[in-house]
């Protein structure tokens, strides 16, 4: 890469809208599409360490600006040499932005034009955040990727509230983005190449959506993201919207669906053109013995495996499936036992992670379609 580049992002193969690229950063090389694993205090829930994440094929690590603000400081972060330095983790990371816990875990917020007013969900102390914090945050933390401060109004919000919040979000888009411009520019900032992504809102209705993705696709961002779904509205609504929206997002940029989802979900959008996903599903579910494989998803409470000696997918390399049986990690999980919930979360990572591989394969071969198909069919089993 080229001293004054901050990232080159090239498709290197196309299937209908579904893309397959390749994307340089100055933290190193991204394949995609990629699953993103959810860090969100710069650790997976769940046990699961860097050395864990590097197994388990781990292109990016996503963390969190509001939960790594308040504890433990941002400027500690900063101090120690960066959130990468700090948690060990040598390739890329995203941080969103605080914005979608800034207005799902804070109760009581005052949303005006300078930022939004709020209350710590740990101890109550009031904490503002508006674009300008929210890059300085990042900054500190020094990711490869931040995320644009936006508000993430709920799926069935009245139109006229999303229309105003859809206006407010581009005007924190350019606050954000000169704003970031100003602090790559500083001299004693850590990532002097940090890209910002802007966050493509507008609930269910789509002549919103398109109107706000060809307004940001304006603004020369790094790359673009699709936020505010999969918080109340039906699959196939936002499967509709991510037809209509992403062809209006720069298709030589990458498109990122925040927070979604299901395998079933990540293929559908994948299909549709996305290429950067995250979800807490695999971590949340596998704490709870719920895991995927490609015969359905099992449930290891279930008291049918009590003395079940398979692994928990027959022919999975995973670090859980090599070793253990279900009765096993199923005794584990009862008797609360961390290394129970570990497993389980090393299995459903190396799942999401190994579908990735397997797209993307599919992609370069120019066989998404039947992959898709075959992967969708043989996960609609829910008996193992």
């Known amino acids: 890469m080229g001293a004054a580049m901050k990232m080159k992002y090239e498709v290197i193969k196309k299937e209908g809208r ?17 699953f993103m694993n959810v860090g969100t205090v710069a650790a997976i829930k769940g046990a699961v360490s860097t050395e864990d994440l590097e197994q388990l094929g781990t292109q990016v690590e996503l963390s969190n600006t509001y939960h790594l603000h ?8 900063k101090a120690f040499g960066g959130l990468r330095r700090f948690m060990s983790w040598e390739k890329p990371v995203l941080t ?6 800034v207005f799902s875990l804070a109760g009581l917020r005052k949303i005006r034009e300078e930022g939004v007013t709020f209350r710590c969900h740990i101890d109550g102390h009031r904490i503002f955040m508006g674009p300008e914090e929210s890059m300085r945050i990042q900054s500190n933390l ?47 900032t850590i990532n002097k190449k940090q890209l910002l992504f802007g966050i ?20 020369e ?17 936002m499967y509709h ?25 990540i293929l559908e959008a994948v299909e549709r053109g996305v290429d950067f996903f995250d979800c807490v599903y695999p971590t949340r579910n596998g704490r709870h013995g719920h895991l995927y494989t490609n015969f359905g998803k099992i449930n290891l409470f279930n008291a049918k495996y009590e003395l079940d000696e398979r692994p928990v997918e ?15 990690i199923r005794h584990l999980l009862k008797a609360k036992e961390m290394l129970g919930m570990r497993l389980c979360v090393l299995h459903n990572l190396y799942f999401y992670n190994t579908m990735m591989t397997e797209i993307r394969d599919a992609l370069d071969r120019g066989e998404f379609a039947s992959y898709k198909k075959r992967k969708l069919d043989g996960m609609q089993n829910t008996v193992l």
């Open 221 to 237: 961002l790094d790359g673009y993201a699709v936020g505010g779904l999969a918080v109340g509205e039906t699959h196939e609504e």
């Open 70 to 77: 308040v504890r433990p400081g941002d400027e500690k972060i």
């Open 314 to 328: 027959p022919g999975c390399p995973c670090p859980a499936c090599r070793r253990y049986s279900r009765a096993y």
């Open 200 to 219: 493509n809102q507008g609930a269910v209705y789509e002549d919103v959506r398109i109107g706000h993705a060809k307004r940001i696709a304006q603004m």
């Open 142 to 188: 020094a990711s490869t990727i931040a995320m644009a401060f936006d508000e993430c109004a709920p799926a069935k919000a009245d139109r006229q509230y999303v229309e105003n919040s859809v206006a407010r979000t581009t005007r924190w888009l350019e606050r954000c983005q000169k704003e970031m411009n100003r602090l790559n520019g500083l001299e004693d």
């Open 241 to 265: 919207i991510l037809e209509v929206t992403v062809p209006h997002l720069p298709a030589d940029k990458p498109t990122y669906l925040m927070g979604v989802g299901t395998p079933a979900n």
């Open 18 to 34: 579904a893309k397959r690229a390749v994307m340089e950063t100055v933290h190193g090389t991204i394949q995609t599409p990629v």
């Open 96 to 101: 969103d932005s605080g914005g979608f816990q």
